[in-house]
C-alpha cells in the first residue's frame, strides 16, 4: 500500500544537524499520519516526532523538543526531520512510519501500519 524509504542519515559531530528524509510511494501520502521513531542496541523503539496529514500539527518527544523540526511535502510525497543541536545520545537508527487512520496517541508505535527499513545517525562527542 505504501513503501517508505529513509535517507541522509550519517555521521555527525556534537552540536551538528542533520537532515533525514523518507520518501513514500505516494498516491494516498497526504492521507496518512507520518512520525519519526528512533531505536539504539538494547533499548525499545521511542518516538521523536509525528506530523497531521496537512502539516498544520506537531508532536515532538521532549528529548528532542526545540532541536528537531518534521515537516512534509506532500507533493513530493516525503517527510523530513531536521536535527540541530545533536548530541551524542541521539545516535540511533532513525525509521519513518505512516499511519493510515485515524489516531489518538501519536506517539504509540502501535499507532502506525507502515515502516520504513531505517537510516543510521550517528553522534561523535
Known amino acids: 500500500q505504501v513503501q517508505l524509504v529513509e535517507s541522509g542519515g550519517g555521521l555527525v559531530q556534537a552540536g551538528g544537524s542533520l537532515r533525514v528524509s523518507c520518501a513514500a510511494s505516494?498516491?494516498?501520502?497526504?492521507?496518512?499520519?507520518m512520525g519519526w521513531f528512533r531505536q539504539t542496541p538494547g533499548k525499545e523503539r521511542e518516538f521523536v516526532a509525528s506530523?497531521?496529514?496537512?502539516?498544520?500539527?506537531?508532536v515532538y518527544a521532549d528529548s528532542v523538543k526545540g532541536r528537531f523540526t518534521i515537516s512534509r511535502d506532500n507533493a513530493k510525497s516525503t517527510v523530513y526531520l531536521q536535527m540541530n543541536s545533536l548530541k551524542p545520545e541521539d545516535t540511533a537508527v532513525y525509521f519513518c512510519?505512516?499511519?493510515?487512520?485515524?489516531?489518538?496517541?501519536?506517539?504509540?508505535?502501535?499507532?502506525?501500519?507502515?515502516w520504513g527499513q531505517g537510516t543510521q545517525v550517528t553522534v561523535s562527542s
Open positions: 505516494g498516491r494516498t501520502f497526504s492521507s496518512y499520519i
Open positions: 506530523i497531521s496529514r496537512s502539516g498544520g500539527n506537531t
Open positions: 512510519a505512516a499511519a493510515g487512520s485515524l489516531i489518538r496517541l501519536w506517539r504509540r508505535e502501535t499507532e502506525y501500519d507502515f
